[in-house]
């Protein structure tokens, strides 16, 4: 059974850092990619970045300078940190598996994990 | 970046009425692959997303037949033919075609009457 669930702190202050983890069961990742998708309260959803099942990354332009993804395959876990947090990054923080073969979409999503950028 | 457009914004509908959501790309999403990676997901109220169709038209595997997905180069539409209670949400299209960054669209709301 193909699950994504994602953990973290709920609360961060500003300018600090925020570390993320995505716990996977039921694949590889060694054999699937896997995204990171956040959504702001009310507005919709906007990608941040991905990690490949070899183990490369590629994030959006607009927070690259910002955000790392990595992973630790005998963990089965992705992480996520993104620095110099402003209130803008509040939201909610999804991670998403990409299904293989080529097909390229998403087909199972975590739970989400909110987070609230506020002193 | 693909900026997608989704038209409207807002839909209001009453059950059994059948409805279309159209999504707009500000590039063709043919891959030179030939495939054309352009997906819908439905967003239930406090819930994840969840996957409907994948390459403009093929159903995710438990997605009812009442969805339909068609298009082909920048304008893509997702209709659905007798709406029931359980498909109101927020609908966003999202291409795979130019990434990165892969893009979604602004979304629709589904409202029944």
């Known amino acids: 059974q193909v699950q994504l669930k994602e953990s973290g702190p709920g609360l961060v202050q500003p300018s600090q850092t925020l570390s993320l983890t995505c716990t996977v069961s039921g694949f590889s990742l060694t054999s699937y990619d896997v995204h990171w998708v956040r959504q702001p309260p009310g507005k919709g959803l906007e990608w941040m970045g991905g990690i490949w099942g070899d183990g490369s990354t590629a994030y959006n332009s607009a927070l690259k300078s910002r955000l790392s993804i990595s992973r630790d395959t005998s963990k089965s876990q992705v992480f996520l940190k993104m620095n110099s947090l402003q209130t803008e990054d509040t939201a909610i923080y999804f991670c998403?598996?990409?299904?293989?073969?080529?097909?390229?979409?998403?087909?199972?999503w975590g739970q989400g994990v909110m987070v609230t950028v506020s002193s | 970046d693909v900026v997608l457009t989704q038209t409207p914004p807002t839909l209001l509908a009453t059950i059994g009425q059948s409805v279309s959501i159209s999504c707009r790309s500000s590039q063709s999403l043919l891959h030179s692959n030939g495939n054309t990676y352009l997906n819908w997901l439905l967003q239930r109220t406090g819930q994840s997303p969840q996957p409907l169709i994948y390459l403009v038209s093929k159903l995710e595997s438990g997605v009812p037949n009442r969805f339909s997905g068609s298009g082909s180069g920048t304008d893509f539409t997702l209709k659905i033919s007798g709406v029931e209670a359980e498909d109101l949400g927020v609908y966003y299209c999202?291409?795979?075609?130019?990434?990165?960054?892969?893009?979604f669209g602004s979304g629709t709301k589904l409202e029944i009457k």
């Open positions: 999202m291409q795979f075609t130019h990434y990165p960054p892969l893009t």
């Open positions: 998403t598996r990409e299904t293989t073969e080529g097909i390229h979409y998403f087909d199972y």
